[in-house]
């Protein structure tokens, strides 16, 4: 049989807060994983970026399925996991917006629909709320996150191919199915935050 966990264990346990549990570890480490991206986007290191970005994304399941899992939804974590994923992207765009907007592929009302769309809707979210409305993601949303998490690994694999090409270009196909999917995410942004202000113009009654 195990002996007992000392009165000192116990009281540091104790004294951990309730907040501090793994689903919003994996947030925070989502938002370090963001911090250490942008660092090697400014370096143009775009095969290790995506590869960072992936493990950032992974987590962004992860955390919501630990919450899920063992109970530990909070108001804390619902606040905080969006915001991180908003750090994440947005700033994702921002660094890619110099290069994308030299280029042609990322032009700036594109990055700028993508910020605009996180800012509006993060400052409805109270109220909201506060008229009964629920705010979980919706299928839009989750088809917004998805399409702006795949036009980013298709922007990092073209930015990766033209550089491995040795004369700066990427290849016909990376192009076609990057700009797809980037016309597509924007698409998404907008649709999503329209259904969110439509949501927000006739809000449930409370019960």
């Known amino acids: 049989?195990?002996?007992?966990?000392?009165?000192?264990?116990?009281?540091?346990?104790?004294?951990?807060?309730?907040?501090?549990?793994?689903?919003?570890?994996?947030?925070?480490?989502?938002?370090?994983?963001?911090?250490?991206?942008?660092?090697?986007?400014?370096?143009?290191?775009?095969?290790?970026s995506l590869v960072v970005f992936a493990v950032a994304a992974f987590t962004d399941?992860?955390?919501?399925?630990?919450?899920r899992r063992q109970g530990?939804?909070?108001?804390?974590?619902?606040?905080?996991?969006?915001?991180?994923?908003?750090?994440?992207i947005c700033g994702a765009f921002v660094f890619l917006l110099p290069l994308g907007a030299k280029e042609g592929w990322l032009l700036p009302w594109m990055v700028t629909v993508v910020i605009a769309r996180e800012l509006i809707i993060s400052g409805l979210r109270d109220q909201l709320e506060s008229m009964g409305a629920a705010f979980g993601a919706d299928l839009l949303g989750k088809i917004k996150m998805?399409?702006?998490?795949?036009?980013?690994?298709?922007?990092?694999?073209s930015l990766e191919a033209q550089v491995r090409s040795g004369i700066g270009?990427?290849?016909?196909?990376?192009?076609?199915?990057?700009?797809?999917?980037?016309?597509?995410?924007?698409?998404?942004?907008?649709?999503?935050?329209?259904?969110?202000?439509?949501?927000?113009?006739?809000?449930?009654?409370k019960s």
């Open 61 to 67: 399941w992860l955390d919501g399925y630990v919450a």
């Open 146 to 157: 998805t399409l702006q998490c795949a036009a980013l690994v298709a922007i990092f694999l």
């Open 1 to 48: 049989m195990s002996s007992p966990l000392p009165q000192s264990t116990v009281a540091n346990l104790a004294a951990v807060p309730h907040w501090l549990h793994l689903a919003n570890l994996l947030t925070l480490s989502r938002l370090v994983l963001a911090f250490v991206l942008f660092g090697l986007m400014a370096l143009e290191m775009w095969i290790v």
């Open 72 to 88: 530990l939804v909070s108001s804390l974590g619902r606040v905080l996991d969006p915001l991180v994923d908003k750090v994440l």
């Open 169 to 205: 270009i990427v290849p016909e196909g990376f192009v076609l199915i990057r700009d797809l999917l980037i016309w597509a995410m924007v698409l998404a942004t907008v649709l999503s935050g329209a259904n969110y202000l439509v949501r927000l113009a006739s809000p449930p009654k």
